[in-house]
């Protein structure tokens, strides 16, 4: 029987058994081969879970993961054996009345991979065999396994800059540079942004942000009133991403938006408390980006035509049995970008 990654509870991480269907209809078996650690599993890894969003049961974690084909189900096209994929852990019913009406990233039945939202938890994705959705499975031709296990969080990023509206020339903040902060800025840029600011507070993140392509990086925590200058006025910057899920990093760029300017939220970790009456008189927009749907084949199109190079924030790989060491260097933002898992051959 395959084996599979378990969290039972806040640092309590387990290999186990978990079966494997065969391939029915539309579906195919597919070999992992590798998958990235994202901020989600270490919530549920340190803490347990975030927000109002706790483990109930024992959960396989992974969502960001690419493999092998190694069989197909009756009635799949476009597919074949051996075919490098990603799989898209973004898997709504199509039939509610989200999904009808166009945002399936709302989908009321949503199965997204390594998820404790619903209850029972919708088991991950970090598993030796998985079988998918063929539709879930877009073909990598000429990218790595490791590229095409970036595609989930680029993916992340494509939809927020979809949500944002139009970059081009504006000048855009991005506040929190993980990954997926350093995605934002990479799609920000690809939409035409025209000038970019990152803050974080570690020189290591924000040294990935300028290679990235941000024009002007300032450390927040060595300097807390750094966004000072941009909030000249009434405020100078079109669009923030905020990419940390930290209050103070949302509240003290605030000042800087500019009247009718854009919040696009997209970290997560809880609730936070907003001075509300100065996003109403400077009439700000303020908008959540949650997950993604068809950005996801968009982020593997755009890495294969070289549109945007995920390679450099892939700073570490694990054989998967080391686990615990992998989960521990993605707790050290002092050196990990993107940790990922290593399931075989790469």
Same mark, same amino acid.
């Given at each position: 029987m395959a084996q599979a990654l378990f969290v039972h509870g806040s640092g309590d991480l387990r290999l186990g058994p978990c079966e494997t269907a065969n391939p029915a209809a539309g579906e195919v078996q597919v070999a992992l081969r590798r998958g990235g650690i994202c901020g989600s599993d270490l919530h549920y890894f340190n803490h347990g879970g975030f927000g109002t969003v706790r483990l109930r049961e024992p959960m396989i974690l992974g969502h960001e993961v690419a493999g092998e084909i190694t069989e197909i189900g009756p009635d799949v096209t476009g597919l074949a054996v051996g075919d490098l994929v990603a799989i898209s852990p973004s898997r709504p019913c199509f039939a509610c009345v989200e999904c009808k009406r166009g945002l399936p990233n709302q989908c009321l039945n949503m199965r997204f991979y390594g998820s404790a939202m619903p209850f029972p938890h919708i088991q991950g994705a970090f598993r030796e065999v998985i079988t998918a959705r063929a539709e879930?499975?877009?073909?990598?031709?000429?990218l790595s396994a490791a590229e095409a296990a970036m595609a989930e969080p680029l993916a992340v990023a494509l939809h927020a800059t979809r949500r944002a509206g139009n970059l081009v020339g504006q000048r855009v903040l991005v506040t929190g540079c993980g990954p997926i902060g350093v995605l934002a800025i990479m799609a920000a840029r690809r939409a035409g942004a025209g000038e970019i600011i990152a803050t974080d507070i570690s020189d290591t993140m924000l040294d990935y942000a300028r290679k990235a392509g941000a024009d002007t990086c300032l450390n927040t925590a060595?300097?807390?009133?750094?966004l000072s200058p941009y909030a000249e006025g009434k405020g100078t910057v079109d669009v923030l991403f905020e990419c940390s899920g930290? *209050?103070?990093? &949302?509240?003290?760029?605030? +000042?800087a938006i500019r009247p009718q300017g854009r919040l696009v939220q997209l970290g997560m970790s809880g609730d936070m408390q907003l001075p509300m009456m100065q996003i109403t008189a400077r009439?700000?927009?303020?908008?959540?980006?949650?997950?993604?749907?068809?950005?996801?084949?968009?982020?593997?199109?755009?890495? *294969?035509?070289? &549109?945007?190079?995920?390679? +450099?924030?892939?700073?570490?790989?694990?054989?998967?049995?080391?686990f615990a060491a992998a989960f521990a260097m993605a707790n050290d933002r002092t050196q990990a970008m993107k940790v990922q898992l290593e399931f075989g051959p790469c």
């Amino acid at each position: 029987m395959a084996q599979a990654l378990f969290v039972h509870g806040s640092g309590d991480l387990r290999l186990g058994p978990c079966e494997t269907a065969n391939p029915a209809a539309g579906e195919v078996q597919v070999a992992l081969r590798r998958g990235g650690i994202c901020g989600s599993d270490l919530h549920y890894f340190n803490h347990g879970g975030f927000g109002t969003v706790r483990l109930r049961e024992p959960m396989i974690l992974g969502h960001e993961v690419a493999g092998e084909i190694t069989e197909i189900g009756p009635d799949v096209t476009g597919l074949a054996v051996g075919d490098l994929v990603a799989i898209s852990p973004s898997r709504p019913c199509f039939a509610c009345v989200e999904c009808k009406r166009g945002l399936p990233n709302q989908c009321l039945n949503m199965r997204f991979y390594g998820s404790a939202m619903p209850f029972p938890h919708i088991q991950g994705a970090f598993r030796e065999v998985i079988t998918a959705r063929a539709e879930n499975c877009i073909k990598a031709d000429g990218l790595s396994a490791a590229e095409a296990a970036m595609a989930e969080p680029l993916a992340v990023a494509l939809h927020a800059t979809r949500r944002a509206g139009n970059l081009v020339g504006q000048r855009v903040l991005v506040t929190g540079c993980g990954p997926i902060g350093v995605l934002a800025i990479m799609a920000a840029r690809r939409a035409g942004a025209g000038e970019i600011i990152a803050t974080d507070i570690s020189d290591t993140m924000l040294d990935y942000a300028r290679k990235a392509g941000a024009d002007t990086c300032l450390n927040t925590a060595r300097d807390p009133e750094a966004l000072s200058p941009y909030a000249e006025g009434k405020g100078t910057v079109d669009v923030l991403f905020e990419c940390s899920g930290a *209050q103070v990093a &949302l509240v003290s760029a605030l +000042p800087a938006i500019r009247p009718q300017g854009r919040l696009v939220q997209l970290g997560m970790s809880g609730d936070m408390q907003l001075p509300m009456m100065q996003i109403t008189a400077r009439e700000l927009q303020l908008m959540g980006s949650f997950r993604f749907h068809e950005e996801f084949a968009m982020a593997v199109r755009m890495m *294969q035509n070289g &549109l945007i190079d995920t390679r +450099p924030l892939i700073t570490h790989s694990f054989a998967w049995a080391e686990f615990a060491a992998a989960f521990a260097m993605a707790n050290d933002r002092t050196q990990a970008m993107k940790v990922q898992l290593e399931f075989g051959p790469c």
